[in-house]
């Protein structure tokens, strides 16, 4: 169901009751929990992060091909919201604003080097204070405890990590050793851990997946549904050098971008396969219905459509859109519903804390609740704008609304004049009318360039949060783990 043919529609969910009649904080900024809220508190909340899924390639939000079928029905148990985006183009700096509901220039987790400051405040955090139990698994090692990201939970899982003997290890720990985790291995250990909970428990559960991320090399079946047998390469096997030595030679025409397009959907499909699998499970359980279920993405992903492929460098709409899916507790929400408004999937933390009654973090947040807009869709999103950014070499940003975008490059620092940024580089778009940003209209409209710039360099300026912690060197594994992903370059950047 779209905004359009919802506004007829009714919504008497026994939240919007509680919101109408001033029961509920739309902010969920009060400092008890509303007896209302916790009338229907779910006892499970589970908070799924697809890693690198570009909301351009998944089913229900246009895409033609039929990649997402498990997250297109749990759209029609819920709400999507179709124009969601990140605040920045990679996992290291997205994960962190997912779980604190700040701006990565706020929490201060940008490069390689740092680590989540302790007096920063997670979801997990959130939910401890409110009697739940906390448990996460990832695959990933950018949204790990290298990075901080473990921080709250009172059990976290590294999929990625082997303690078996005869596997590579480094010296001094021959009993541990890394290895780039599939999809299929969270099914054990999260059907471990709701077997053992007990009664009455309340728990929180996080997921990280690796895929679709690169390499793009999910089990045969998934490949033969989605590719041209006839396609000769590359990156086939996730050849990642053969790619790039294509890449630098000028030999990626169509139907090798076209191809290799076409071999990350199929690892969308298999990432979307198992969680199709995890939400069986939860059905067999008795557990869907009642469970208050959100599946995001840290950022998505690029095919050349600006001359180059992959994230992090880049802030343009193939990396920047990720999907933003919530089904709500039975009964307690609406169903089938696709949001068209702006917003972030750094606006989960403030609104999950609005449907479940809990007091936000005593800080500066810079994520919204989206709890009212769900509640009465004809307000409008509370999001105006977003700001992104890229990796920390890139030194790229834009300033994100609902039908325009400003990107620009930003000079090196002047380290005699720290905070002030200059601009070297800059593209305007028209999203309303030209979606693909294909037409940069930064000399043909200077002075709406002009005027986003200065807002931009504004709210750049603004951002003042925690140091982040600098950990020094990263373990060698975790390193060689990185580079197989195509992470940390030269100078230990991502």
């Given at each position: ?34 007896e ?10 589970v ?44 996992t ?26 302790e ?14 139990s ?50 299929t ?9 709701l ?70 959907d ?21 557990l ?36 933003l ?55 409008g ?70 005027r ?27 390193q ?15």
């Amino acid at each position: 169901m779209s905004i359009g043919s919802a506004q007829g529609h009714s919504l008497r969910w026994k939240y919007v009751l509680a919101l109408m009649a001033g029961m509920l904080p739309i902010l969920g900024c009060g400092s008890e929990t509303s007896e209302t809220a916790a009338a229907w508190t779910p006892e499970l909340v589970v908070v799924v992060v697809v890693d690198t899924l570009a909301a351009g390639h998944v089913s229900h939000l246009g895409y033609d091909r039929p990649t997402t079928p498990e997250l297109d029905a749990l759209a029609r148990d819920g709400v999507t919201f179709s124009d969601a985006v990140s605040p920045a183009s990679y996992t290291a700096a997205a994960i962190p604003s997912i779980l604190t509901s700040r701006l990565p220039d706020r929490h201060g987790v940008v490069t390689s080097w740092d680590e989540l400051a302790e007096e920063e405040v997670t979801m997990a955090e959130v939910f401890k204070a409110e009697g739940f139990s906390t448990f996460g698994a990832v695959a990933v090692v950018n949204g790990g405890p290298l990075f901080g990201d473990d921080q709250g939970f009172d059990e976290f899982i590294e999929l990625y990590v082997s303690h078996e003997e005869g596997e590579t290890s480094v010296p001094g720990d021959r009993k541990r050793s890394l290895h780039m985790a599939r999809a299929t291995e969270f099914a054990p250990v999260i059907g471990e851990r709701l077997d053992r909970r007990a009664d009455g428990e309340r728990l929180l559960l996080y997921m990280h997946m690796l895929e679709p991320h690169g390499p793009y090399d999910p089990p045969l079946p998934f490949k033969r549904q989605l590719t041209d047998e006839r396609y000769p390469g590359p990156y086939e096997e996730g050849d990642r050098q053969h790619l790039r030595s294509r890449a630098l030679r000028g030999q990626m025409g169509p139907v090798v971008i076209t191809g290799i397009e076409h071999l990350y959907d199929t690892n969308v499909l298999y990432a979307d396969h198992v969680l199709g699998e995890f939400f069986a499970d939860l059905k067999r359980r008795g557990l869907y219905d009642e469970a208050l279920i959100v599946v995001t993405a840290d950022h998505g992903e690029a095919f050349w459509e600006h001359g180059e492929r992959g994230h992090g460098d880049i802030l343009y709409e193939e990396v920047a859109q990720v999907p933003l899916i919530v089904k709500f507790p039975a009964g307690d929400g609406p169903r089938d519903l696709s949001l068209p408004g702006l917003v972030s999937n750094m606006d989960l933390l403030p609104s999950i804390c609005s449907w479940m009654g809990f007091p936000v973090p005593e800080r500066e947040l810079d994520g919204l609740s989206l709890a009212e807009y769900v509640a009465d869709p004809t307000l409008g999103s509370p999001r105006e704008s977003l700001l992104l950014r890229s990796v920390a070499d890139r030194r790229r940003y834009a300033l994100r609304f609902p039908e325009m975008k400003l990107i620009v490059q930003l000079e090196p620092e002047d380290p005699e004049f720290p905070g002030a940024r200059q601009v070297s580089a800059e593209e305007l778009f028209d999203l309303g009318a030209d979606p693909a940003e294909q037409n940069d209209l930064a000399e043909l409209r200077p002075d709406v360039s002009k005027r986003l710039r200065r807002r931009l360099l504004r709210e750049l300026a603004s951002l003042r949060g925690s140091q982040a912690k600098e950990r020094g060197e990263i373990p060698a594994q975790e390193q060689e783990l990185m580079r197989a992903l195509g992470y940390l370059g030269g100078d230990g950047d991502l």
